[in-house]
């Protein structure tokens, strides 16, 4: 089954530290992979995409994601967390022959002063 | 509009009360999809249309979800003898063709008491 993975549900940093968060998707077809943030009582807003090309993808906010075909993995990643930075990041990724996007559970990042 | 328009923005119903859920996506867009988020969790898909045409419904949990695009721009989400479980927040998105530029809307809560 095609399907996208979120393994850690919160992730608390300091502030002006670097972050990773981690997203896995499990599929043997191609794939195109999104991360979207939330902010609370808000809809999703994209942060960055990867459809094909060069597997770092930089996208708002000074995130950056690379895809790793041969780990499956698609994990975000920012030099320099903000306050501002604090919400629910989801990982996305539409698969081969489909039109929509199958979405992980979310990591809830908590940035801290 | 600039962007994806949900109304109402909240709703509260009576347990068995029927609910009708509205998206008006970014002019032009082909694409409309609706998810459905629960309190703590991803969204998961319910429906598809690409223009008027439903090409995917394989989301919608029962047959109580019933969904409508007849025009191929405004989109009603229809649920009847709404139950507590159907308490959750409803995010539609559109898209044009082909680019997977997805853009969400800011969601529809719905209680269900």
């Known amino acids: 089954a095609q399907s996208v993975t979120q393994l850690d549900s919160q992730v608390p940093v300091f502030e002006e530290a670097p972050v990773e968060l981690r997203c896995n998707y499990s599929?043997?077809?191609?794939?195109?992979l999104f991360w979207y943030v939330q902010y609370p009582n808000q809809g999703l807003q994209l942060l960055l995409k990867?459809?094909?090309?060069?597997?770092l993808v930089k996208g708002i906010n000074g995130f950056e994601a690379e895809f790793n075909k041969s780990q499956t993995s698609f994990h975000l990643r920012k030099p320099s967390v903000h306050i501002s930075d604090t919400a629910e990041y989801f990982c996305?990724?539409?698969?081969?022959?489909?039109?929509?996007?199958?979405f992980g559970t979310g990591t809830r990042l908590q940035v801290f002063p | 509009g600039a962007g994806v328009s949900q109304s109402p923005r909240y709703k509260v119903a009576k347990r068995g009360q029927d609910v009708a859920l509205r998206c008006d996506p970014i002019s032009g867009h082909v694409s409309l999809f609706w998810y459905q988020q629960a309190l703590g969790q991803g969204p998961e898909f319910l429906t598809y249309?690409?223009?008027?045409?439903?090409?995917?419904k394989s989301g919608l949990p029962s047959d109580r979800f019933f969904a409508e695009r007849p025009e191929g721009s405004v989109s009603t989400l229809k649920i009847q003898r709404t139950q507590q479980e159907d308490s959750a927040v409803y995010l539609c998105?559109?898209?044009?063709?082909?680019?997977?530029?997805?853009?969400f809307g800011s969601g529809t809560r719905l209680t269900v008491v």
């Open positions: 996305a990724g539409i698969f081969h022959n489909t039109d929509k996007l199958i």
């Open positions: 249309f690409q223009n008027e045409a439903q090409l995917d």
């Open positions: 998105a559109s898209s044009p063709t082909e680019n997977y530029g997805y853009t």
């Open positions: 599929s043997s077809v191609s794939v195109y």
């Open positions: 990867y459809l094909s090309g060069s597997t």
